[in-house]
């Protein structure tokens, strides 16, 4: 056939369309050479790293965090293995149903998990811990079910385990998982998202010394997430040991003893500042918080009445009541307004104006000087005393001793207490001072207020010739006791300068209180060695009436708080307690017999 047969018209168009489809080719191929090239040249680095994170995997191996032990080495809290479960959310495709099906098979909250995995969003390759240790049932089950759960990754971690349950709550602490906010504080930069760090008491206080170097292995993982082996490994160091002055079994002794009740107790060496024990009750088992906080138990826990989270050794307020006599005696004796010869009339009662002011003993306790007047408690006494002083000279003594101010406990938050003077009371109140508030204040009543931890501070530095020490709960820190990065030593905050006259005369009384006749802590005596102490009966509210119309009727949350403060034994002292017994009634029947049963654990067992 010859091109001559066609019609010149179809020939052209012909042509025209075969034109049009190589311009076409040539243009898709132009397009797919250009982003060939871009992909490869200039994006090729980009995703070539892409490419190697998707392939290897950086995750890290969690130290074993040091453990905390008492004066004698006996180990309070320790470790235990954890199995945690993660999410990496990279490897997740259907984030809801995986969240359904971890609540069936783990009893996993969704809604926690999901607020979880979003806040991880701008890091998809970080392992997000969803739920920590899990019981063996729930292990067995997602791992029977682990390859319907992608990017579910199980790990077993080391867990945090309170030997004793609620044992020195307060002062140990408790872990709980690290908040968004302190992340972005930057506190702990070595930490991330789902760690366990220390929240209060020793926990907190040593948290780096505690918590060790983070290590970790790079992996490489199959498209599914999977791991097919370790390419290299960083080997994580443990977090240093803590060892506190704390005794065990004098710690012991004193949380049975307030087994039931509310207060504190604090026991100090009172040569040292060591701290001993130290109890505050209701308490909490911190074992709790170890897999994280349940909404509900703490719900339960914080909004108790009886403020388990609460220390009421370092931030319980109280009156000191008849224990502040101590400090009235003391002023009385430096500033020449106070001769332990003079005797005083006391018929039960005291006169300022019109207002009567009772004794504890109704009757009276007739003539008495200094020396009976500590040993008895004589109110009549000491209102005269006071009334001599001014309110003023006895809050400079009182301050002196160590009250009104923060001790500087190396542990935990103190709250300063009270120590009212003239021009307090004009700045806060805006009313001048009244005589009748002397009177009040020179038995430890009034605006008076003191923390159990100062009240120890405060006894012990009658004893120990006036020196105030800090109280602390720390012996050493370090990988071993001959490896230590810290180490205790007794910190003198101040000397008080009082007279060691008027401290023998004062000390004389105190072991009057526990070893004489009509001694108000006589409960507190022993046949082997010599104990000196003063009780307190702290008034909570005055009352004319019982609210029922009965007699002799109180409601508890009216009666008196109860005070102790002891050292023993007098001729070496080794141990100084305060103990303060909420409501509790009076000093001598309530917190003298704790005080005995303290003192007896821990000299006889030395």
């Known amino acids: 056939m010859r091109i001559s047969n066609f019609d010149p018209v179809s020939v052209g168009i012909f042509n025209r369309q075969i034109r049009n489809a190589t311009l076409f080719v040539l243009v898709l191929f132009s397009i797919l050479v250009i982003r060939l090239w871009f992909l490869q040249i200039v994006k090729g680095p980009i995703y070539r790293a892409k490419s190697e994170h998707n392939r290897?995997?950086?995750?890290?191996?969690?130290?074993?965090?040091?453990?905390?032990?008492?004066?004698?080495?006996?180990?309070?809290?320790?470790?235990?293995?954890?199995?945690?479960?993660?999410?990496?959310?990279?490897?997740?495709?259907?984030?809801?149903?995986?969240?359904q099906d971890l609540e069936r098979l783990a009893g996993l909250d969704p809604e926690?998990?999901?607020?979880?995995?979003?806040?991880?969003?701008?890091?998809?390759?970080?392992?997000?811990?969803?739920?920590?240790?899990?019981?063996?049932?729930?292990?067995?089950?997602?791992?029977m079910y682990k390859y319907n759960l992608p990017g579910v990754v199980i790990k077993v971690e080391p867990g945090r385990h309170y030997v004793y349950g609620n044992f020195a709550f307060h002062l140990l602490g408790y872990l709980g998982?690290?908040?968004?906010?302190?992340?972005?504080?930057?506190?702990?930069?070595?930490?991330?998202?789902?760690?366990?760090?220390?929240k209060s008491g020793v926990e907190s206080r040593w948290q780096t010394s505690l918590s060790g170097m983070r290590g970790g292995e790079q992996i490489e993982v199959d498209a599914e997430g999977r791991k097919i082996r370790t390419i290299s490994i960083r080997l994580p160091g443990s977090g240093s040991n803590v060892c506190l002055t704390l005794d065990q079994h004098l710690q012991m002794t004193a949380e049975n003893a307030m087994?039931?009740?509310?207060?504190?107790?604090?026991?100090?060496?009172?040569?040292?500042?060591?701290?001993?024990?130290?109890?505050?009750?209701?308490?909490?088992?911190?074992?709790?918080?170890?897999?994280?906080?349940?909404?509900?138990?703490?719900?339960?826990?914080?909004?108790?009445?009886?403020?388990?989270?609460?220390?009421?050794?370092l931030t319980g307020q109280y009156p000191p009541a008849s224990v502040f006599k101590i400090i009235v005696a003391l002023a009385g004796l430096e500033e020449g307004r106070i001769d332990p010869r003079e005797t005083v009339f006391c018929p039960g009662y005291f006169f300022l104006g019109n207002h009567r002011y009772r004794c504890w003993k109704k009757h009276g306790h007739g003539r008495v000087d200094l020396h009976r007047?500590?040993?008895?408690?004589?109110?009549?006494?000491?209102?005269?005393?006071?009334?001599?002083?001014?309110v003023d000279r006895i809050a400079r003594y009182a301050k002196k001793l160590g009250l009104g101010g923060k001790t500087g406990f190396d542990v935990g938050h103190e709250k300063e207490g009270l120590i009212p003077t003239k021009s307090w009371k004009l700045k806060r109140l805006g009313v001048p001072w009244q005589e009748g508030e002397t009177v009040s204040t020179s038995i430890g009543q009034s605006f008076t207020l003191v923390t159990p931890i100062q009240m120890a501070t405060m006894i012990s530095a009658v004893f120990n010739g006036g020196v105030i020490y800090r109280p602390q709960a720390t012996k050493w820190v370090g990988k071993s006791e001959a490896e230590k990065d810290y180490?205790?030593?007794?910190?003198?905050?101040?000397?008080?300068?009082?007279?060691?006259?008027?401290?023998?005369?004062?000390?004389?009384a105190l072991i009057g209180v526990v070893n004489e006749r009509g001694g108000t802590g006589s409960m507190t005596r022993f046949n082997d060695f010599t104990v000196a102490g003063k009780t307190g009966t702290a008034q909570v509210i005055g009352l004319k009436k019982d609210e029922s119309g009965k007699r002799n009727y109180i409601p508890v949350h009216y009666k008196d708080h109860?005070?102790?403060?002891?050292?023993?034994?007098?001729?070496?002292?080794?141990?100084?307690?305060?103990?303060?017994?909420?409501?509790?009634?009076?000093?001598?029947?309530?917190?003298?017999?704790?005080?005995?049963?303290l003192i007896e654990a821990y000299l006889h067992r030395q």
Request: charged content about 25%.
């Open 56 to 99: 290897l995997r950086l995750q890290d191996i969690t130290p074993v965090r040091g453990m905390i032990m008492d004066r004698n080495g006996n180990v309070l809290i320790a470790n235990r293995p954890s199995y945690d479960l993660f999410v990496i959310p990279e490897d997740v495709q259907d984030r809801a149903r995986l969240l």
């Open 112 to 143: 926690s998990a999901r607020q979880k995995l979003n806040a991880s969003a701008t890091v998809p390759f970080r392992p997000v811990c969803l739920k920590k240790d899990m019981s063996r049932d729930m292990l067995a089950i997602v791992e």
């Open 177 to 198: 998982e690290i908040s968004e906010a302190e992340l972005d504080r930057g506190q702990y930069p070595d930490s991330k998202s789902g760690d366990m760090i220390g």
């Open 259 to 313: 087994i039931g009740k509310k207060g504190a107790i604090v026991a100090l060496d009172p040569n040292t500042g060591e701290v001993l024990a130290l109890v505050s009750s209701p308490s909490v088992d911190p074992n709790l918080f170890v897999c994280g906080t349940n909404r509900t138990i703490w719900k339960e826990i914080a909004q108790s009445k009886d403020f388990p989270l609460q220390n009421r050794a």
């Open 373 to 390: 007047a500590l040993v008895e408690s004589c109110d009549v006494y000491f209102y005269r005393m006071g009334k001599r002083l001014g």
């Open 487 to 508: 180490e205790f030593s007794p910190e003198i905050i101040r000397k008080t300068g009082i007279e060691q006259d008027h401290l023998e005369i004062v000390k004389k």
């Open 562 to 597: 109860a005070w102790f403060v002891a050292v023993a034994p007098v001729e070496n002292p080794r141990i100084a307690l305060a103990i303060l017994v909420e409501h509790g009634g009076h000093g001598g029947s309530t917190a003298a017999p704790i005080a005995k049963e």
